[in-house]
C-alpha cells in the first residue's frame, strides 16, 4: 500500500487498511491525510499541529487489554505466555487458522483473555533455567504449523 502511494506521487498520506476481519481480497487498502490525525497543541511557546499521543486505558470501557494484563501481571512473571500469531497468512484454505487475530485485538475486540495453563517447574540447564511449556499454551496457528508436514524440493529429498 505505502508503495502504491508513493508510485503514483500520493504524499502526505499514511498508509491504511481497512476491513481486516474479512477475507484477504476484501481488505480496502489506501491511504489516510497525516493532517487528519493532527491536533494543535502547544509546544515552546507556539501552536504545533502533532499527533494526538495514544495513551493506554487504564480504567473505563477501552481498559480491557490492560485490565486482562493486569489480571495476570504476576504469573507472566514466570510463565512464558509469548504467542505470536506470526505474518499474515493467505494461505486460508490449507490452514484453518490463518485468520487468526492478535490477542490484543482479540481483547479490544471485547473476547475474554487467553488462559496460561499449568506453570512448570523449571529444570537446571548449566546457568539457565529451561522450563518446557505445554502444546495447549502455544496459539492456533502455532500448533497448526508444529504439526504441519513442510514441503521438501526434489533436489533436497535425496540427500
Known amino acids: 500500500t505505502a508503495a502504491a ?10 498508509a491504511s487498511v481497512k476491513n481486516l476481519l474479512a477475507p484477504a481480497v476484501e481488505w480496502q487498502c ?13 509546544r515552546r511557546g507556539r501552536d504545533k499541529p502533532v499527533i494526538k499521543k495514544a495513551l493506554v486505558a487504564l480504567d473505563g470501557p477501552e481498559s ?5 494484563y493486569r489480571g495476570m501481571r ?11 500469531p506470526g505474518p499474515t497468512q493467505f494461505d486460508v484454505e490449507s490452514c484453518p487458522v490463518a485468520t487468526e487475530v492478535p490477542v490484543m485485538l482479540q481483547l479490544e475486540l471485547g473476547a475474554e483473555p487467553p488462559l496460561l495453563g499449568e506453570l512448570r517447574t523449571p529444570v537446571q540447564m548449566g546457568g539457565f533455567l ?6 495447549a499454551s ?5 500448533r497448526w ?4 508436514r513442510h514441503p521438501v524440493p526434489a533436489a533436497l529429498a535425496e540427500m
Not at 529451561?130 to 502444546?135: A, I, K
Open 64 to 68: 480491557q487489554p490492560f485490565a486482562a
Open 30 to 42: 489506501g491511504g489516510v491525510p497525516i493532517a487528519s490525525l493532527c491536533v494543535i497543541e502547544r
Open 5 to 14: 502511494l508513493v508510485l503514483n506521487g500520493c504524499t502526505g498520506l499514511i
Open 145 to 148: 504449523r508444529a504439526t504441519r
Open 74 to 84: 504476576d504469573s507472566l512473571r514466570l510463565f512464558d505466555a509469548y504467542v505470536v
Open 138 to 142: 502455544r496459539s492456533p496457528l502455532q
Open 130 to 135: 529451561y522450563s518446557p511449556q505445554p502444546t
